[in-house]
Structure formats: structure tokens, C-alpha cells
């Protein structure tokens, strides 16, 4: 059985989107894109590089794949490149997206049942990154084992939420 790790960026106030840029997620009219970069240092680096530093697998939303993969592939040589752009991503949409950034494996049908397939098959951590949507579906269905959360200390007020209105963390 696989564990499911969610690893995300988080203000004091909970919102998670677009922690890494102005044009990554603008939904909803999200004006604070990049909120995280002023906090990124050597530690931090430390951190995200011991985060990473064990062989996984990626869970994505679309979306977040996509933002990735439009950076990871031409970023190979910075730090978490080559854990990510080796990991297998599986990918969890409601289309037929081009996962051109591979190894990418489409989860076909209901995500949450895709999921639990997968965590009850063999291989590496799953770890989810970014993917707001995709944790909140997470969430419903019981399947996050391990939060792994870097809190900046910042609060905005407004955007998406780690634990979104309704949404409780299971014990």
C-alpha cells in the first residue's frame, strides 16, 4: 500500500493558490500570485530538498500539471528538477489533456476511486503538490495519510484554502 503525502505551501490564514507567481492561478480574480517567493532561502531549500529526497511519485489536479509543466522540464538543474521531472505524475482530470511532460499517466473515470487504486497498488509515496481541487476531493474521500505543510508567515485574506468551506481534515 502506497502513502499519500499532501506537500503544499500555505499563508497563516490557509489559502494555498499561486504561491510561486503572478501567472500561476488567477481564478477568481487572485491578485497575490507568488505570495511564498520573498520567503524562499537556504534553509528552505534544505527543507523542500529532504522533502524530496526519497523516491515518490507525483498526484496532480490538471492544472497544477500543467504550471509544472510548462517550468520543471527546462528547470532540470534547480533544486527538486530532477526528483520531479523523474517522478511518474499522475494526473487526475476531467478532460483528454496532452501530458507531454513525462513519464504522465492520465487517471481515467471518478479520481477518488483512481486514487484508491492506486495507493492499494505497489510503488513509491504519492505526493501531491499544489492540486487545491484535487485535495478537496482527497479530503472528501478519506484518502490523504500525511499533511506535510510549509506556513509562510503571511495572511491574505482571500483564494483558495487548503481546507475549503465544508471540508474538515479526517483524524
Do not use: C
Amino acid at each position: 500500500m502506497r502513502k499519500l503525502i499532501v506537500s503544499t505551501f500555505v499563508t497563516l490564514d490557509g489559502v494555498m493558490q499561486a504561491p510561486g507567481g503572478p501567472e500561476e492561478d488567477g481564478e477568481g480574480g487572485f491578485a497575490y500570485g507568488g505570495w511564498s517567493v520573498n520567503y524562499w532561502d537556504d534553509q528552505m531549500g534544505e527543507v523542500m530538498g529532504e522533502a524530496m529526497s526519497k523516491p515518490f511519485d507525483l498526484l496532480l489536479g490538471r492544472k497544477t500539471y500543467d504550471i509544472f509543466a510548462a517550468f520543471w522540464p527546462n528547470a532540470s538543474d534547480d533544486a527538486g528538477g530532477k526528483p520531479l521531472n523523474d517522478a511518474t505524475k499522475y494526473v487526475a482530470s476531467r478532460s483528454q489533456p496532452t501530458l507531454a511532460w513525462g513519464p504522465s499517466v492520465l487517471i481515467e473515470g471518478d479520481a477518488a476511486e483512481g486514487v484508491a487504486a492506486l495507493k492499494n497498488g505497489n510503488g513509491p509515496a504519492l505526493q501531491v503538490h499544489g492540486s487545491g481541487n484535487l485535495i478537496q476531493t482527497l479530503l472528501r474521500h478519506n484518502l490523504v495519510d500525511e499533511f506535510r505543510l510549509w506556513v509562510f508567515p503571511v495572511v491574505i485574506g482571500s483564494g483558495k484554502r487548503l481546507f475549503a468551506d465544508g471540508t474538515s481534515p479526517p483524524g
